[in-house]
């Protein structure tokens, strides 16, 4: 088995032996590959990139000074415009101003892919540099800048679409950097207009809440409670007052009534003269016991009745009850006490009995008058102790009503007081919440005024173009050269490849090749060493078939060479150019 596997392990000189033996593939495979290469990177249509350089440059004015209302990221601002530029829209007009895909649109390729063929062809780069982040200090990676590049076969389109994309991009970045700041600003305003409405209602709403409950507002405790021990001692001082007056009162109707109105009056003989309302009263009385016995045509009765009516006429219409009463009472008790001596046929007993009666009929007919309806006598007073003491009384009952009007009061304001105190704890409640949401309102009021004041400073700052920006730093340039393909990496990678494909093809062959060519061949067959070797003679013939083979390859290399160089001076640099080029660089 040893010897087996060691009879398969071909040694470098196997190989060469195998690649002399089949040269014709190994230098037919190789020159095949080499042309394919040399073909492909000759016919391969050049690729020109035209790039423009951007800057993104930092506002004018410092940040502490003026806030931009645009805080997002360079990198995805430039992702959401790239969006907005790529649209279908923009990049068919671009289409159609360029004349761009003249066969696929012939064809009646989609849109869609023709749209998909040139955002390949677009190319966004972004260019970071290490900087010092200004919140936290440490070193990040920043944007500072970006490309824009396009690719396409003619050098002039690939600059003038490149410029074109270049606009869109400058344009879109101020549109939307200015409409931002303008969404924030008109956001703001239309919150500072709703706030400040909000502020309106709230601040009449808590006028009108105090104006309601002014008494009873917390910082009116202290007032109020001040008030009402003033209203108290107030009040103490009136209920004195009118005890006071209400005892003297007394004391001067108890004199008062001791004293006659009248000035005592004597006639020439010394008796002393009633005065008209008493003569009125005992005249009144005489007349209703004297009708009760006699008729009215009596000559006294009618005098009675004259001089009854001429003392109304002095003093007026008496209240007579009293008197009625006394006397009711005087004749009733004689009534009983002639009954006790006389029978009740008598006509003492009888006319007492009448006269009685009588009595009994006008005090009732008296009582039934209301008192406030009786009338009462006008009393002329001449007697000046009576009238000092009327005065007093008259005084005292003034200045009485006026104290009881003052305790009156002095109790409603009391209860007002208290009521007020008794009400702050719950009108302290909703005056603090009115209070605590106007604050809050006025707040936030103040809060956005400032923001919108700022949204509009960036709003400007923004419009004069003096915040971030975009500057392009390089415009597209006409490429001089194309990007791709790389030839001469094609045409080496082909000649490598050539060469490894002509190795592997030749021993591919060998392999699949079943023929005896070596003594270890037979060997490997026949398990047996042979006992001699002979070595191969060629004939004329072959010698000369090598000959032309030889001939034939050498001629296909120097054709192969000249195709290699005249691709080189036509497709990458003409041959005078890189001549002085390698001169140059290897010092020659």
Known sequence: MVQAMDYNVKTLADYLVIL??????????????????????????????????????????????????????????????????????????????????????????????????????????????????????????????????????????????????????????????????????????????????????????????????????????????????????????AERQVQSLKERKIYLTSELAGLNPYSTLYSNEGERMLSPVDRLKMLQTKYISMAAVYGNDLPDLVKLRKEIAALKAEVGTVDTTSELEAKLQSRNAEYLSAREKYSEDHPFVLRLAKEVQSLQEEVHKSATVPVEERETPTITADNPAYLQVQAQLDSNDSELRATQEKVKQLTAKLALYEGRIMDTPQVERTYRQLSRDYENAQVKYRELRAKEMQAQLSQTLETEKKGERFTMIEPPQLPEKPIKPNRLALMFLGLVFSIGGGLGVSILRDNMDNAVFSSTDILRITKTAPLATVSYIPVADELAQQSLVWRKVVIAGIAALILGVVIVHFAIKPLDVLWFVMARRFGF
């Open 20 to 237: 002399d033996r089949r040269k014709a593939w190994l230098f037919g495979t190789a020159a095949v590959i080499l042309f394919v290469s040399f073909t492909v990177a000759f016919v391969l249509p050049p690729v020109f990139q035209s790039t423009a350089t951007i800057l993104i440059e930092q506002q004018e004015i410092p940040t502490e000074l003026v806030q931009s209302t645009v805080t997002s990221y360079a990198d995805q601002r430039l992702q959401v415009i790239s969006q907005r530029v790529m649209t279908r829209s923009n990049l068919m007009n671009i289409v159609q101003k360029y004349n761009l895909f003249t066969r696929d649109r012939e064809r009646g390729v989609p849109l869609e892919a023709i749209i998909d063929k040139m955002r390949e062809k677009i190319k966004m780069e972004m260019v970071s540099a290490d900087v010092i982040d200004p919140r936290s200090g440490r070193p990040t990676q920043a944007t500072i800048a970006f490309t824009i590049s396009y690719q396409d076969a003619n050098a002039g389109v690939a600059q003038s679409i490149a410029n074109e994309l270049t606009s869109l991009y400058l344009n879109e970045n101020l549109n939307t950097r200015n409409r931002q700041a303008a969404e924030a600003s008109d956001f703001l305003s239309d919150e500072v207009k709703r706030v400040g409405v909000l502020v309106s209602e709230l601040e009449a709403k808590l006028a009108e809440f105090k104006e309601q409950n002014v008494g009873s507002l917390p910082e009116m405790v202290q007032l109020n409670q001040q008030l009402m021990d003033r209203t108290e001692r107030e009040l103490t001082e």
